[in-house]
């Protein structure tokens, strides 16, 4: 008897109307059916992602960008159902909260105008692709490969490995160096400086075989060697050549630069340290006043 007056009383409390949408009841079980129906739709998602989209798409061998928007894109698409279906589950019409909701959005907008064009620029990201999983990029001071696009920021690790949280507005705003975008392949410009006194073709060669001879530099196109200006104390050379990664920039960078030193003290090539010369004029004798006693 105990057991059904406290079955009886959490129905009750269960089924007490909390307040009415849309002259429709809303109690704490039509609460928690909502709830309910929304964790059950966020699992079959997130069942669909891995089990068919990520391993379909991975034996299609499509590229690790595109299955991530295709992903991504589905996974909103059934929350978005999700919510739709739990709401028509519980009764409550979506037809009347249209207006409710209309007007609520006057006032959410004013208050989280930040998170609105985060996600707005966040699905911009998403179809219009200026940046895409794998991207090595630079916005502000921020440099390092793009790991994630959610749906309010993006996940930048750069190359400390330290993961930095950007707000998509970023991108759309501001001015974005994407070093992957189209083709991946970007141009290196070494600039050393040669004494000189110096044999001219010795080090134009010099340079052009230290490029040919590191293995990440591209054949085609070919690696060129530009005498850029005549400086104070040397020949400011620019020895340019591409590579297909961006993101092996910095250290293909050292280890040209590493060869070039090498390279020139096997050959006798220096590379002069500024210097200023400063000429000293002899003075001229002036004749002294006598100051009369």
Not at 105 to 111: K, L, Q
Not at 150 to 171: C, G, H
Not at 175 to 191: A, E, M, Y
């Amino acid at each position: 008897m105990n057991l059904d007056i406290l079955l009886e009383k959490i129905s009750l409390i269960f089924n007490y109307k909390l307040f009415e949408l849309n002259q429709t009841p809303v109690s704490l079980s039509s609460i928690f059916m909502f709830i309910i129906m929304m964790i059950v739709f966020y699992i079959v998602s997130r069942m669909v992602n891995r089990i068919v989209f990520r391993k379909l798409l991975l034996r299609l061998k499509i590229e690790e960008s595109k299955r991530f928007t295709m992903v991504r894109l589905t996974h909103y698409i059934i929350m978005i159902v999700g919510a739709i279906v739990s709401f028509q589950f519980v009764g409550i019409d979506l037809s009347g909260l249209a207006v409710i909701f209309g007007l609520l959005s006057v006032g959410i907008g004013f208050g989280l105008q930040n998170v609105t064009s985060n996600f707005i620029a966040g699905l911009i990201l998403l179809f219009e692709r200026p940046i895409k999983i794998g991207d090595r990029i630079l916005v502000g001071d921020t440099e390092g490969d793009v790991t994630t696009i959610n749906i309010r920021s993006t996940t930048i690790k750069t190359m400390d490995n330290v993961s930095i949280i950007v707000p998509n507005s970023e991108f759309v705003s501001n001015k974005v160096i994407n070093w992957s975008h189209g083709d991946t392949s970007v141009r290196i410009n070494i600039k050393v400086g040669v004494s000189y006194n110096s044999d001219l073709d010795m080090v134009l060669n010099t340079l052009l075989e230290i490029a040919r001879e590191h293995p990440k530099v591209m054949k085609h196109p070919e690696p060129d060697v530009l005498l850029s200006e005549f400086g104070d104390s040397s020949w400011n050379m620019t020895l340019r050549i591409w590579i297909a990664n961006p993101q092996r920039y910095p250290v293909t960078k050292s280890e040209i630069n590493c060869a070039i030193v090498r390279k020139f003290r096997e050959k006798g090539i220096e590379i002069p340290f500024p210097q200023t010369d400063l000429h000293v004029r002899s003075s001229v004798s002036l004749p002294v006043e006598r100051i009369p006693n």
